[in-house]
C-alpha cells in the first residue's frame, strides 16, 4: 500500500503492563553493575560515537533497563567499544561490559535482519 | 600536668563543646594544630540559609574561646593517644603527655582535594576553581576569572568528591547543593550580567530554606540548572574552560564554554579525624569517626571517657555541628 503520510500514529504512552522485561532481568545480577545506574549522563558526555551521530548511550541503556528494546539493538551497535563511559562512571559501572551484555541479549531477538545481527556479533 | 577535659580541635564544633563545659563549670583545655583557630569558617563569606555573615560567628566563637576556664593551645597536634588505668594520655607533637579524663573529637573534616578529579582540571586550568576558591572570592568582594577580568559565564558543577565511587566517596557531603545555590546568588548579586549555571545529578535542598533559596536563585536572579553531570574540562586557547556533559532532561550531548568552572568540593574526614579515630578503634565508614549508635548515643563511642562532635563524624552544616556540640557537652556532663 502507498504511504501518504497520513497514517494514524501509535500512542506514545509507555504501558508498563505491557513491558515484557525479561531481557532486561538477564542482565541482574550481571557484574557490569548497570542496575546501579543513576542517569548523571557523564558516560553521554564523553562518548565518542555520541558526540557525531544521534547515539546516546544512556538513553539507550535506560531504555534496557526499562524495558523498552524498540530501536536498542540498532543503537547499540554504534557503539565502537572504546570504554571512555567505564572510566568516568560515578558509580562504577562497567558499560563497555554491559553493552556487550545487552548486545549479546538482543541478539537473538532480531532474527530477520542479517546486518544487525552481524553488526551484534561483532563484539 | 593534670586536665579534666579535653577537647582536640578549634572548629565550631569544637569551641561550642568547650564553651558550654566552661559555663558549667569545667575546666577545658583546646588543643587546636593551626595557630588560629576556626580555619574553615575563616574562609566563608556568608553562610546559608540567611546570608550571615560568617565573620559574625567567627567572632562569637572568638570571644566563647576566651572564657576563663578554656586553656587554647594553638599550634600542638594531638599525633597520639591511649588509654591507661582509666585515663587518656595523650601524646603532643612536641612530645608532651597529656594526662586528662574525658576526651572530646572535634577534629573535623577536610575538603576534598579537587587536583584527584584530574579529567576537571583543577589545578591544570586556571579557569577551574573550587567552592573554597570561591567563597574566597566572594570574601573579597570581587570574583574574577583567570586573567582576572570579570567573568560573563560562571558553571558551577556539584558533587565532585561526593558521590564518586571512582573516588572511593560513595556518600553525599550534604552542604554542596545549598553551597552552590548560594554561591550562586552572590555571584549574580556582584555580576548581574552573568549567566550562572549549575550543573547537578540530583539537587538535595533538604534544610529549612534551602528550596525558598533554590526558587528564589531562579525566580529572582536568573540561575539556570542543567541537569547533568561534567564529564571533563579543556582549556580554551582564549582561557575560558570548555566543559561536557549530556543535558539529561533534553537527552543531548552539551558543550560550554565558561570563564569559570566552580567545582563544588565534598567533605572527608580530616588528617586528624582519619589517625586519632584508627589509633582509638573507632574508625567507622570512609575513615570518618564511629558513634555508639546514630540515633541515641551519637556523641558517645564504644571507648570510655571518648567523646564525638561536629563533622569529624560524618559531612554536616555548622547548624548540625553547633547542636552536635551542645549534646556532646551534655552527654560528658550526664557521666560525671
Given at each position: 500500500m502507498p504511504e501518504f503520510g497520513f497514517s494514524i500514529s501509535k500512542g506514545r504512552t509507555i504501558d508498563f503492563d505491557l513491558l515484557d522485561s525479561a531481557r532486561t532481568a538477564a542482565l541482574e545480577g550481571d557484574d557490569s553493575g548497570l542496575i546501579k545506574c543513576m542517569d548523571c549522563g557523564t558516560c553521554t558526555a564523553t562518548c565518542s560515537a555520541g558526540a557525531f551521530s544521534d547515539f546516546s548511550i544512556r538513553k539507550i541503556h535506560t531504555m534496557f533497563r526499562r524495558g523498552q528494546y524498540d530501536g536498542v539493538a540498532e543503537a547499540l551497535s554504534k557503539c565502537m567499544l572504546c570504554g571512555k563511559c567505564t572510566l568516568v562512571c560515578p558509580r562504577s559501572v562497567n558499560l563497555r561490559h554491559a553493552i556487550i551484555r545487552m548486545r549479546q541479549t538482543l541478539r537473538t531477538s532480531v532474527p530477520d535482519d542479517d546486518d544487525l545481527r552481524h553488526y551484534l556479533n561483532v563484539l | 600536668m593534670k586536665h579534666n577535659i579535653v577537647i582536640i580541635g578549634a572548629g565550631p564544633s569544637g569551641i561550642e563543646a568547650a564553651h558550654c563545659l566552661a559555663v558549667s563549670g569545667e575546666h577545658v583545655t583546646v588543643f587546636e594544630k593551626?595557630?588560629?583557630?576556626?580555619e574553615n569558617l575563616r574562609n566563608k563569606a556568608f553562610l546559608f540559609p540567611d546570608f550571615t555573615s560568617a565573620s559574625e560567628l567567627t567572632e562569637t566563637f572568638r570571644t566563647k574561646l576566651q572564657h576563663p576556664y578554656i586553656t587554647y593551645r594553638g599550634?600542638?597536634?594531638?599525633?597520639d593517644m591511649e588509654r591507661m588505668d582509666g585515663r587518656w594520655v595523650l601524646t603532643t607533637d612536641r612530645g608532651e603527655k597529656i594526662d586528662t579524663d574525658d576526651v572530646i573529637l572535634a577534629t573535623g573534616y577536610r575538603p576534598f582535594d579537587a587536583s584527584r578529579k584530574e579529567e576537571l582540571g583543577y589545578g591544570i586550568y586556571n579557569g577551574v576553581v573550587t567552592s573554597l576558591d570561591m567563597e574566597k572570592m566572594l570574601l573579597r568582594g570581587r570574583v574574577v576569572n583567570s586573567i582576572g577580568d570579570l567573568p560573563s559565564r560562571v558553571a558551577f558543577l556539584q558533587c565532585v568528591g561526593s558521590r564518586d565511587s571512582k573516588v572511593g566517596n560513595n556518600y553525599c557531603s550534604k552542604v554542596c547543593c545549598i553551597t552552590a545555590a548560594k554561591q550562586a546568588v552572590e555571584v549574580k548579586k556582584l555580576l548581574p550580567e552573568a549567566e550562572v549555571f549549575i550543573f547537578y545529578m540530583d539537587l538535595r535542598m533538604w534544610g529549612q530554606g534551602f528550596e525558598e533559596i533554590y526558587r528564589s536563585s531562579q525566580q529572582d536572579y536568573g540561575i539556570r540548572y542543567i541537569r547533568g553531570r561534567i564529564s571533563e574540562a579543556a582549556g580554551t586557547f582564549d582561557g575560558k574552560v570548555q566543559i561536557k556533559a549530556e543535558d539529561t532532561l533534553t537527552g543531548l550531548p552539551m558543550k560550554m564554554s565558561t570563564d569559570l568552572l566552580v567545582l563544588m568540593v565534598g567533605m572527608e574526614p580530616s588528617e586528624g579525624t582519619r589517625m586519632l579515630a584508627g589509633r582509638c578503634g573507632i574508625c567507622g565508614e570512609y575513615g570518618f569517626a564511629r558513634s555508639e549508635n546514630r540515633h541515641l548515643y551519637d556523641n558517645v563511642t564504644s571507648r570510655e571517657g571518648l567523646y564525638l562532635c561536629g563533622s569529624c563524624k560524618r559531612p554536616m552544616c555548622l547548624e548540625d555541628v553547633i547542636s552536635d556540640a551542645r549534646s556532646a557537652a551534655m552527654e560528658l556532663l550526664k557521666s560525671r
Amino acid at each position: 500500500m502507498p504511504e501518504f503520510g497520513f497514517s494514524i500514529s501509535k500512542g506514545r504512552t509507555i504501558d508498563f503492563d505491557l513491558l515484557d522485561s525479561a531481557r532486561t532481568a538477564a542482565l541482574e545480577g550481571d557484574d557490569s553493575g548497570l542496575i546501579k545506574c543513576m542517569d548523571c549522563g557523564t558516560c553521554t558526555a564523553t562518548c565518542s560515537a555520541g558526540a557525531f551521530s544521534d547515539f546516546s548511550i544512556r538513553k539507550i541503556h535506560t531504555m534496557f533497563r526499562r524495558g523498552q528494546y524498540d530501536g536498542v539493538a540498532e543503537a547499540l551497535s554504534k557503539c565502537m567499544l572504546c570504554g571512555k563511559c567505564t572510566l568516568v562512571c560515578p558509580r562504577s559501572v562497567n558499560l563497555r561490559h554491559a553493552i556487550i551484555r545487552m548486545r549479546q541479549t538482543l541478539r537473538t531477538s532480531v532474527p530477520d535482519d542479517d546486518d544487525l545481527r552481524h553488526y551484534l556479533n561483532v563484539l | 600536668m593534670k586536665h579534666n577535659i579535653v577537647i582536640i580541635g578549634a572548629g565550631p564544633s569544637g569551641i561550642e563543646a568547650a564553651h558550654c563545659l566552661a559555663v558549667s563549670g569545667e575546666h577545658v583545655t583546646v588543643f587546636e594544630k593551626m595557630e588560629d583557630p576556626l580555619e574553615n569558617l575563616r574562609n566563608k563569606a556568608f553562610l546559608f540559609p540567611d546570608f550571615t555573615s560568617a565573620s559574625e560567628l567567627t567572632e562569637t566563637f572568638r570571644t566563647k574561646l576566651q572564657h576563663p576556664y578554656i586553656t587554647y593551645r594553638g599550634g600542638t597536634s594531638i599525633t597520639d593517644m591511649e588509654r591507661m588505668d582509666g585515663r587518656w594520655v595523650l601524646t603532643t607533637d612536641r612530645g608532651e603527655k597529656i594526662d586528662t579524663d574525658d576526651v572530646i573529637l572535634a577534629t573535623g573534616y577536610r575538603p576534598f582535594d579537587a587536583s584527584r578529579k584530574e579529567e576537571l582540571g583543577y589545578g591544570i586550568y586556571n579557569g577551574v576553581v573550587t567552592s573554597l576558591d570561591m567563597e574566597k572570592m566572594l570574601l573579597r568582594g570581587r570574583v574574577v576569572n583567570s586573567i582576572g577580568d570579570l567573568p560573563s559565564r560562571v558553571a558551577f558543577l556539584q558533587c565532585v568528591g561526593s558521590r564518586d565511587s571512582k573516588v572511593g566517596n560513595n556518600y553525599c557531603s550534604k552542604v554542596c547543593c545549598i553551597t552552590a545555590a548560594k554561591q550562586a546568588v552572590e555571584v549574580k548579586k556582584l555580576l548581574p550580567e552573568a549567566e550562572v549555571f549549575i550543573f547537578y545529578m540530583d539537587l538535595r535542598m533538604w534544610g529549612q530554606g534551602f528550596e525558598e533559596i533554590y526558587r528564589s536563585s531562579q525566580q529572582d536572579y536568573g540561575i539556570r540548572y542543567i541537569r547533568g553531570r561534567i564529564s571533563e574540562a579543556a582549556g580554551t586557547f582564549d582561557g575560558k574552560v570548555q566543559i561536557k556533559a549530556e543535558d539529561t532532561l533534553t537527552g543531548l550531548p552539551m558543550k560550554m564554554s565558561t570563564d569559570l568552572l566552580v567545582l563544588m568540593v565534598g567533605m572527608e574526614p580530616s588528617e586528624g579525624t582519619r589517625m586519632l579515630a584508627g589509633r582509638c578503634g573507632i574508625c567507622g565508614e570512609y575513615g570518618f569517626a564511629r558513634s555508639e549508635n546514630r540515633h541515641l548515643y551519637d556523641n558517645v563511642t564504644s571507648r570510655e571517657g571518648l567523646y564525638l562532635c561536629g563533622s569529624c563524624k560524618r559531612p554536616m552544616c555548622l547548624e548540625d555541628v553547633i547542636s552536635d556540640a551542645r549534646s556532646a557537652a551534655m552527654e560528658l556532663l550526664k557521666s560525671r
